[in-house]
């Protein structure tokens, strides 16, 4: 069955410092979507690529679609305590069989 | 605006006892509704999802069944709580393929 891997599981920096996330598919995707889950809190929709080697950029993150559509990346720079949470990221074709992958948790010290 | 409630925030249910949790969507007709699990420190995994009135699709077998009596409604069941039902269960929405989630429930079961 189809997976998405998602690495590094935990990952702690010094604020101001950059931080990325990879995730990895076991099949080709037809769009990848990116979560912000805070402590204690749900899932936030942050962005969606739909087009093979599509970059977004949201302020400080970058998103990136692989050209083969079967990884993602979620770029920060330049960590701030705000950026706290786990960052999850979730690929298939329309949301019915839309898997997550098992999430990031980002640490950032102040 | 669409809005969706979910409730309650926090259960602890002895093992064997019996489980509902409900959440309902405001402001959007006939939306897809899902039901998610999040074990603690993991990712989300889909439990079931509902396109209309009275149609549950069953993505993993378990203790546990949904109903969707109303087109806003979507209601998670058990007869008997197992230990390792204990999790936080999110519902969502889907609008453009991507997923709102409700404020979750954290579920206790010892």
């Known amino acids: 069955g189809q997976q998405v891997m998602q690495i590094p599981q935990y990952q702690h920096v010094q604020e101001g410092e950059d931080f990325t996330t990879y995730c990895n598919s076991s099949t080709t995707l037809s769009n990848i979507q990116w979560y912000k889950q805070r402590p204690g809190g749900h899932p936030v929709f942050l962005i969606q690529l739909v087009k093979s080697g599509e970059v977004k950029k949201q302020k400080r993150l970058t998103f990136q679609f692989g050209e083969a559509k079967k990884n993602s990346s979620l770029h920060i720079t330049a960590t701030q305590t705000t950026d706290v949470g786990t960052y999850f990221c979730?690929?298939?074709?329309?949301?019915?069989?839309?898997?997550f992958g098992t999430g990031t948790r980002l640490t950032v010290i102040p | 605006s669409q809005t969706i409630h979910q409730w309650p925030a926090t259960l602890v249910q002895p093992v064997g006892s019996p489980l509902s949790l409900e959440c309902t969507v405001e402001?959007?007709?006939?939306?897809?509704l899902y039901w998610y699990r999040q074990a603690a420190g993991r990712g989300l995994q889909l439990l079931f999802y509902s396109v209309g009135i009275g149609q549950i699709s069953s993505e993993v077998p378990q203790n546990l069944s949904a109903s969707r009596p109303q087109d806003r409604q979507f209601i998670l069941s058990s007869k008997k709580l197992l230990l390792s039902d204990s999790g936080f269960y999110l519902c969502?929405?889907?609008?453009?393929?991507?997923?709102?989630f409700g404020s979750g429930t954290q579920l206790s079961v010892l």
């Open positions: 979730a690929g298939g074709t329309g949301a019915n069989n839309l898997f």
């Open positions: 969502a929405w889907t609008h453009n393929e991507k997923l709102f």
């Open positions: 402001g959007t007709s006939n939306p897809n």
